[in-house]
């Protein structure tokens, strides 16, 4: 299911950004954690970490869910990474979090890159899972990293509408696909049969077709940062599964060479972890999150 608590903020004219707190409340006595969710998925992704108390006794777990994703909306039909950056700064502005970690899984690990980038002197440290900090360049992809275009370029131009399109429901061949690639082998017909489902409720209608398209279309044309990787200061831990059949894993430690700045590096690699790290291995995750934030808060 998508967030069922949103708030304003005032990017791009006014977002209405869906969040979810672990035990429901913010604790100014407690670090803070910002998460953000993979392509298409939704605050409940982050259903392993909001249960597990070893992490929600020690910090404050705050799921955003992306431009484009779950319960966040905005005037704006066309946004980028770097928007949803701005968007999750402005959430922190408005619980009165000063600081905080944050953790983004594929997508989201751009994100809060950006994030880093945006706002040094509040990011405490970042944890990108299953991610790559390039686009999907040629150098990328021949080192064993996806190539996005020819699978997601058709759904973009399908969902591409001159006219209102009240009777639309996001189709199962994309439901399907979305609800099992970030899992690999941790695929369940229990989890398919709950993110098909979150999906047909998040997108539909003439607002969810705006929304997952521009979602495809944000993947499909996001830029790299390779060469502002220098500029990140705070500690970086990247999580990789070693059966990643997204982006691999040569580019993580390849890529993590370029960041100079930043407090410390650290690459763990998890055996038979898929894309969706954070789902599919949520022990290890939650152990390096716990790691991170008890050295740096």
């Known amino acids: 299911m998508a967030a069922t608590?949103?708030?304003q903020v005032p990017h791009l004219g006014g977002i209405k950004a869906g969040y979810a707190f672990s035990n429901?409340?913010?604790d100014p006595s407690k670090p803070t954690c910002v998460l953000i969710n993979s392509m298409c998925m939704t605050v409940s992704l982050y259903k392993a970490q909001?249960?597990?108390?070893?992490?929600t006794d020690v910090m404050n777990l705050l799921?955003?869910?992306p431009l484009g994703h779950g319960s966040t909306s905005c005037p704006s039909e066309h946004f980028s990474y770097w928007d949803t950056a701005i968007m999750a700064l402005q959430v922190l502005d408005h619980f009165g979090i000063d600081k905080a970690?944050?953790?983004?899984t594929s997508q989201g690990?751009?994100?809060v890159a950006r994030m880093a980038l945006l706002a040094p002197e509040r990011i405490l440290g970042i944890m990108p899972l299953g991610s790559s900090m390039d686009y999907e360049s040629a150098d990328s992809r021949s080192k064993g990293c996806w190539d996005p275009a020819p699978l997601l370029t058709p759904f973009a131009e399908k969902w591409t509408s001159p006219s209102a399109t009240p009777d639309f429901v996001v189709d199962d061949a994309w439901c399907g696909m979305v609800a099992t690639f970030g899992f690999g082998a941790h695929a369940t017909a229990e989890s398919t049969e709950f993110w098909s489902n979150t999906l047909r409720e998040v997108y539909r209608e003439d607002e969810g077709r705006k929304k997952v398209r521009m979602a495809v279309i944000c993947l499909l044309e996001r830029d790299g940062l390779l060469l502002r990787l220098g500029d990140i200061q705070c500690p970086v831990y990247w999580l990789q599964g070693t059966d990643d059949a997204v982006f691999g894993k040569i580019v993580p430690e390849e890529q993590l060479q370029l960041l100079t700045r930043s407090k410390e590096v650290k690459l763990v690699m998890i055996d038979g972890g898929a894309h969706y790290l954070n789902a599919t291995n949520p022990t290890e995750v939650n152990e390096a999150?716990?790691?991170m934030v008890n050295k740096y808060k």
């Open 101 to 104: 970690f944050a953790l983004g």
């Open 50 to 55: 909001f249960q597990d108390s070893k992490l």
């Open 24 to 26: 429901d409340a913010y």
């Open 109 to 111: 690990g751009w994100m």
């Open 289 to 291: 999150l716990l790691e």
């Open 5 to 7: 608590q949103t708030i």
């Open 63 to 65: 799921a955003i869910e």
